[in-house]
């Protein structure tokens, strides 16, 4: 089963690859007049298709069938998390969560942030990947970077929590989101939130919430909550 990403695919009986999905399906995996393909939107939707004309610069192909909200996670996950010191930690993130299933990102710019420059375009090219790789039809919607007072001044739906380090009494993720299926957590740098993140956060209305036992870094905390959100409503 060979996956494409074609955004723009929506009610067209026929569509011409992007030039770099071109080149892919017909240099690299040298696919031919009639073979069989999927095209994916990023937005659920999942188009078994046939190629009519392997132009390696704009492969022309025939939309076989349409289905729409293919695959779709029967939760909404929102993360907020601190880019990373090194990039690729990040990238690692995106990746793995993407393959789990998550709905939207946020970089969050916090105080004892150490990275604050990130290319949105790349992480797309990540998910994207992550997305065909999974077999999905969803890739998580990317947000910029976004500094952590006006996050948490948003509105939201669904539960709110925080993931941090410091003590103090805290629930479980499965304690805090079971009705709305909606939730959106917090996660911050390598140096924890400052104290007074975490207190401006509860003040919204954030749930403290642990992770477990062990102190975990940035990208593997963000793995894990993606993890358990899913296993709690699997």
């Not at 975490?198 to 793995?223: C, M, Q, W, Y």
Request: glycine share 8%; proline share 6%.
């Amino acid at each position: 089963m060979t996956l494409f990403y074609s955004p723009e695919l929506t009610e067209q009986k026929e569509f011409i690859l992007s030039r770099d999905e071109s080149h892919h399906a017909i240099r690299v995996l040298r696919l031919e007049a009639g073979s069989q393909i999927i095209l994916v939107n990023g937005r659920g939707g999942w188009f078994p298709s046939t190629i009519t004309h392997p132009d390696p610069k704009g492969c022309r192909v025939q939309v076989d069938e349409r289905v729409e909200g293919f695959g779709k996670p029967s939760y909404h996950l929102h993360i907020a998390i601190a880019p990373t010191k090194q990039s690729e930690r990040f990238e690692w993130f995106l990746e793995k969560a993407t393959e789990i299933g998550l709905s939207e990102v946020t970089p969050l710019i916090c105080e004892r942030s150490e990275r604050k420059d990130i290319k949105t375009e790349r992480l797309m090219r990540v998910a994207i990947a992550a997305m065909k790789q999974s077999v999905k039809a969803f890739h998580p919607d990317i947000h910029e970077p976004t500094p952590f007072g006006r996050f948490i001044g948003q509105a939201f739906t669904g539960s709110k929590a925080i993931a941090h380090c410091t003590d103090g009494e805290k629930q479980w993720l499965d304690q805090v989101e079971r009705e709305s299926r909606t939730i959106t957590l917090l996660i911050g740098p390598e140096g924890d939130f400052s104290p007074k993140e975490i207190k401006e956060a509860l003040d919204h209305g954030f749930t403290p919430i642990t992770l477990g036992n062990s102190r975990l870094r940035t990208e593997t905390a963000g793995v894990v909550a993606t993890q358990t959100v899913a296993w709690i409503f699997r």
